[in-house]
């Protein structure tokens, strides 16, 4: 297997979009310069049924390491994703079943092939962290508790907010740190990466490694996207563009998010030079350039990257038909709906995330049914034999039929 060993390509890969390196970056590209191959992962816990571009961000950089030769592994967490990572969480996560997180994960591998070979010379493996976890007994447990200690864990942010909040933090909300460090010691990793609010969880990792395969394992972490004033983009924010959802919405939402997400995206999901990036920044900064231009050409560039290049073109067709000549395109996608009520088929086709999320649209009147707003939040919908109806809510747009 060739190793590619350029200063540049490495360079590139251990910068771009990179917050942190831990212990030292230097000594992760004098490993990557060495010609060795090493193993590198990122996990991804099964809480929803399709990935997001907050995760489409690790992957691509998973599929960079790919590129230079190194052995990537995408991890499913079907186990940790029973516990509920608690990272920034102010309250205990809801407990997700077997069957649910199995269903979530269905289509998990199909969305990271976006990014990721899973075939080839050098393929990509998945594995699922319930191969080993489920293995382990309470006396391994015990074992493995013994090497970390309560200061260690109550340190974090988000359990000291509770402490001082009066909120309850639960003792399976501990173990999660200790599932997740544990996968990095049953797959023998090198390298971890992730987002970097999970630092904190990937650097146990880190000591776990040492103290049982007396090995260092490196962490990267990833910069959040978010715009300038660091307002995230992800599942608990609630703007979320997950990777199923058609063109025409991922193109909406996208135009929909605020224009210190540009940059940044581009940064994270493009390769497009880091150079132009900079000047692209500065042109927004000093009103040279519309934002919309350049936020339409990124909804462009992510719908290629998701879908293709004539998907990407009929969506921004769509877009500026629809808002900006007013009308309603003609190309939306239909979709048979399998339940009949409002707030659920909200929730089912993407355009919320939860059921209270859909209530509290439909209750502001920001959901159109057939260009009319409907603030009745238990509508049912009813068709005549072939009908369609257009159902909106801000700028996602679809066609729904029995």
Not at 226 to 234: I, P, R, T
Not at 262 to 284: H, V
Request: glycine letters at 6%; aromatic letters at 8%.
């Amino acid at each position: 297997m060739h190793i590619n060993t350029d200063e540049k390509a490495i360079d590139e890969v251990l910068t771009r979009g990179v917050e942190q390196i831990f212990a030292d970056k230097n000594e992760l590209k004098k490993l990557l310069m060495s010609g060795k191959q090493i193993k590198l992962y990122c996990g991804y816990d099964p809480t929803a049924p399709s990935l997001h571009i907050g995760n489409a961000i690790s992957i691509k950089k998973l599929s960079e390491f790919q590129k230079l030769g190194h052995k990537v592994i995408f991890l499913v967490g079907d186990f940790t994703a029973l516990i509920g990572d608690p990272t920034d969480k102010s309250a205990v996560r809801p407990k997700l079943t077997k069957e649910e997180i199995e269903s979530n994960a269905k289509y998990y591998k199909e969305q990271a092939s976006i990014f990721l070979d899973f075939e080839g010379e050098n393929p990509a493996e998945i594995k699922y962290n319930s191969e080993w976890n489920d293995k382990l007994n309470f006396r391994d447990l015990i074992e493995l508790s013994s090497n970390f200690t309560v200061q260690q864990m109550i340190q974090r942010d988000m359990f000291q907010k509770r402490i001082e909040e009066e909120k309850p933090i639960y003792l399976h909300e501990f173990l999660y740190p200790l599932a997740q460090a544990y996968d990095a010691v049953a797959m023998d990793v090198d390298l971890e990466i992730g987002g970097n609010d999970q630092m904190f969880n990937m650097m146990r990792g880190r000591d776990l490694q040492k103290i049982i395969n007396k090995k260092d394992k490196s962490v990267l972490t990833l910069k959040i996207l978010a715009d300038d004033g660091g307002n995230k983009m992800g599942k608990s924010e609630g703007n979320a563009v997950f990777l199923d959802q058609t063109p025409e919405n991922i193109y909406g939402a996208i135009m929909s998010w605020p224009d210190g997400f540009i940059a940044n995206t581009y940064e994270l999901m493009t390769n497009k030079p880091l150079e132009e990036i900079e000047e692209m920044r500065a042109q927004i900064k000093n009103d040279s350039v519309n934002p919309r231009d350049l936020k339409m050409q990124l909804a462009f560039d992510l719908v290629k990257i998701f879908h293709d290049e004539e998907k990407a073109k009929i969506a921004q067709e769509a877009f500026v038909e629809q808002f900006q000549k007013g009308g309603v395109p003609e190309n939306l996608e239909v979709i048979k709906l399998q339940n009949k009520e409002l707030v659920e088929v909200l929730v089912e086709i993407g355009f919320v995330n939860s059921k209270s999320e859909a209530r509290r649209k439909i209750d502001e009147g920001a959901v159109q049914i057939d260009g009319e707003k409907t603030t009745d939040i238990g509508y049912r919908f009813e068709f005549k034999d072939g009908e369609k109806k257009t159902l909106k809510l801000g700028r996602k747009i679809i066609k729904v039929c029995q």
